[in-house]
């Protein structure tokens, strides 16, 4: 009778959860995105499986809380599932478990593995989902296949292991993990995608542990293959285990947090509270010889009063990637080593940065040395960029700089070497000329293509950064408020443009809608976008571009200074920039480096992503192309002419903006010749098409190409791509041949892009991340599955 006592045990829970109505029998499946569908809830509502739609159209298969705070995830399926569009389909299966299976095709993830044939599953209260057999044995748990947090009554094996994500509000992998290695609990972060393991920065001795274990009544702890433990928390005091919920969770900025709520959904203002956060100080745990440490490389990390850390650029350093603050920093203004006898304080400058330091990375040692002379030694050295002083000591390094961090108890002083803005580098391979006038810049003006106008305006170098504009007279009716220029739109008369032009003098561009002219200020040109007086489309452009770049204020998006409307004038003043427009570079006589194309498309899509997703309101581009990408002097990216860009209001995002055909032959989405809705997903299907056209340098539609089967380049891009000839595609550039994998991962983003299908384009939200590589991607399809051509 003994040996029967196991069985009921484990039977005991299943006859609750069949009364519940919620055992997962083999055959049972759910769709994502099905509203009729109902997650499959634990016995007493404490937890839910199945779809929870994290972006726009897209789900992650996951167990999140049901009675309180439904937004925490507890576990989902690993971090390199991407999140599957809606249609999507989750079925339990006697072979293979749960088996999820994309409604694109394909099977991105199944719960493996199993070591026998699954009848039926459950999901308990303690939020552990588990299949088993006919005789009740467990063949799978999602307590025994661990994300990012651990619940109550969960275990780590020696070879389990905690990972945390990749930003708060994503779900892909991060590169903080949380492991037992010989005997002790560490965290340490990974080099991704490899997965090499650096040294821990964190280390809680055991020596003798076998387990990491978080018992039902919230305590943690390590225990020891001798029977002892080794407490790592404990339950907050008046905080019981069986009226509130506890949770440890590996977080994304590589803190452990161990975290209470009530389970009373009625509770006012019931909230996850951190009772211990584990180090106590990740700024300055963090000192590994590799990685960047918990911020991105030459970052500063700072510890925020709740013991989480927060990151920053020093001084003369901007974000590469501006939504990500936990990111790198790259220097506004790159160093240069122009020999020794340049090196002076007319080119550079020291920032003193107390209580900093780069603990790594030092490549000279100085000393014993006063402050003055440790400054003096990194100003005159052309490979140093920070100096940092302590104890007499003088410390040289070089970038990247890694675990930067400001903290009280810091004693050193660091001097972080600027150069000052009268002398301006470049940090990429200047463009190659390819023609026979080497010493000229060739600026071409913007090109008339299909059926639509759109007028790049031709870039001059700056004067300044400033653009501030003489006098500035107040108007009755001004329909866009007054403001520093530079700050906020500003309204001239039509006497401040004429004479800012010298009586519109110097022509530099003209379409069927408008006529560029070349003007000047005091600190610099202007270019000044003059409409048609008699013309119902040039008042609407006008219009257009007023109301969507008037909205926006993004680094790659070309910037609208000011304008003019006096009833008979339409006039547009916009910023000016040295390299001319993306066309002139791909399609002339001038080449970009490899470096300097994949910068350029990084730009570009986070200047869509920003106007589909980040913006007041949504914007469709509508025209995106070469001609309408303008490059600043460090050939930085700005996303110009917006003259058929639509604005969308919330409940227009689904629906047909309407049916006049926009934008440029080529580059034109199939959608807008269908029934289909046109959304963000038309700018998608151009991008990945421009995309083709950087790393290839050629337009996508060339009847002069030498070899037939070439001329449509999205259609030769295919082909190379499934005959594995990419570097046909590059003609010989070295650096994108040696780059191999970006080069590939570059094409197939684009083949997603151009899907003929809209639901199989990527939004600009994913685009990114898989351009990085911080998500997979996976193989595309042929992306004209229907038409011979796309």
């Keep these: 009778m003994a040996c029967m006592i196991p069985h009921i045990l484990l039977l005991l829970p ?25 997650p499959w809830i634990s016995p007493a509502d404490h937890f839910a499986f199945g779809f929870r739609e994290v972006d726009d159209g897209l789900f992650l298969l996951c167990i999140w809380y049901k009675k309180i705070d439904e937004k925490t995830i507890v576990w989902f399926a690993q971090h390199d599932q991407n999140p599957v569009p809606k249609g999507s389909k989750m079925e339990v299966t006697a072979s293979d478990g749960l088996l999820l299976q994309s409604s694109q095709g394909g099977e991105p993830w199944k719960s493996s593995p199993i070591s026998g044939v699954v009848a039926f599953g459950t999901i308990y209260d303690t ?126 900025d590589g803190v452990i947090t161990v975290s209470h709520q009530t389970r009373n959904p009625s509770a006012f203002n019931a909230t996850w509270m951190d009772f211990k956060k584990i180090p106590n100080n990740i700024c300055v745990a963090m000192s590994g010889n590799l990685s960047s440490g918990v911020c991105g490389y030459n970052s500063i990390c700072t510890l925020n009063n709740d013991q989480r850390p927060s990151c920053k650029c020093p001084p003369g350093y901007s974000l590469i990637d501006p939504n990500n603050k936990y990111g790198d920093c790259m220097p506004n203004i790159p160093q240069i080593c122009e020999g020794a006898k340049n090196l002076t304080n007319d080119l550079y400058s020291l920032q003193d940065l107390p209580n900093t330091d780069w603990p790594m990375h030092d490549y000279e040692l100085l000393g014993p040395f006063t402050f003055e002379e440790c400054k003096n030694a ?57 023609g026979k006038n080497q010493n000229t810049l060739v600026i ?16 001059v170098s700056l004067i300044s950064r400033g653009f501030i504009f003489h006098h500035r007279k ?238 449509i380049l999205v259609d030769w891009a295919y082909d190379c791509f499934q005959q594995g000839r990419l570097d046909v595609l590059v003609e010989g550039d070295l650096k994108a041949i040696d780059d191999m994998r970006r080069l590939e991962r570059f094409v197939m983003v684009a083949i997603w892009c151009i899907q003929e299908d809209p639901s199989q384009r990527p939004t600009m939200k994913r685009v990114i991340p898989m351009l990085e590589g911080i998500v997979p991607v996976s193989i595309p399809p042929n992306p004209c599955p229907f038409t011979s051509s796309c």
Aim: charged fraction near 25%; glycine fraction near 6%.
């Design 14 to 38: 299943l006859v609750v959860y069949a009364q519940s109505n919620s055992m997962l029998n083999v055959g049972s499946f759910l769709i994502a995105g099905d509203a009729s569908a109902s």
């Design 444 to 459: 071409v003006l913007s090109i008339l293509l299909g059926s639509s106008l759109l007028i790049v305006l031709v870039l």
């Design 127 to 252: 939020g552990n989902l588990v299949l088993l057999d006919s005789n009740s044995n467990p063949l799978w748990e999602s307590f025994k296949q661990p994300v990012d947090t651990l619940l109550p009554t969960q275990k780590m094996e020696v070879n389990d292991f905690l990972s945390s994500r990749k930003s708060r509000n994503t779900h892909s992998l991060g590169k903080f993990q949380l492991r037992l290695f010989e005997g002790n609990l560490v965290l340490n972060i990974r080099s991704l995608p490899t997965m090499y393991t650096y040294e821990p920065y964190y280390v809680i001795q055991s020596s003798e542990g076998n387990q990491i274990v978080f018992d039902e009544d919230g305590f943690l702890y390590i225990m020891q293959r001798n029977g002892r433990r080794v407490n790592i928390s404990e339950p907050e005091r008046g905080y019981p285990a069986d009226t509130h919920y506890y949770q440890v969770t590996l977080n994304f």
């Design 474 to 711: 107040k108007h009755a009716g001004d329909f866009l408020p007054r403001g520093s220029f530079g700050t906020s739109m500003q309204k001239f008369t039509f006497k401040e443009v004429r004479d800012a032009t010298n009586g519109f003098k110097e022509e530099l561009g003209r379409g069927s809608c408008a006529i560029v002219y070349k003007g000047v200020i005091e600190v610099g040109p202007i270019a000044v976008k003059k409409f048609n007086e008699v013309s119902e489309d040039s008042e609407e452009e006008f219009k257009t571009e007023v109301n969507v770049v008037g909205q926006t204020h993004h680094k790659n998006i070309v910037r609208l200074f000011g304008c003019c409307d006096d009833n008979k004038n339409c006039i547009l003043i916009y910023e000016f920039m040295s390299n001319g427009n993306l066309a002139s570079f791909l399609f002339g006589d001038t080449k970009l480096s490899w470096d300097l194309r994949t910068k350029i498309i990084y730009g570009i899509a986070r200047g869509l992503l920003y106007l589909h997703d980040e913006c007041n309101i949504q914007i469709i581009h509508c025209d995106i192309k070469p001609q309408n990408v303008l490059l600043d002097e460090d050939y930085n990216p700005k996303i110009s002419d917006f003259g058929l860009a639509k604005l969308l209001k919330m409940d227009q995002s689904r629906n047909r903006i309407e049916t006049n055909i926009k934008g440029t032959t080529g580059y034109i989405a199939p959608d807008w010749f269908k029934s289909t809705p046109v959304t963000t997903k038309v700018d998608v299907y151009s991008f990945g098409v421009l995309l083709l056209e950087i790393i290839c340098c050629r337009r996508n539609g060339d009847m002069e190409v030498s070899e037939e089967g070439r001329e």
């Design 378 to 434: 990194c100003l005159l050295d052309c490979f140093c960029v920070v100096v940092v002083y302590r104890d007499n000591s003088c410390w040289k390094k070089r970038l990247p700089l890694s675990n930067g961090r400001e903290d009280s108890s810091e004693k050193a002083v660091s001097y972080l070497k600027l150069r000052n803005t009268s002398s301006i580098g470049q940090d990429f391979d200047l463009p190659i000329s390819k």
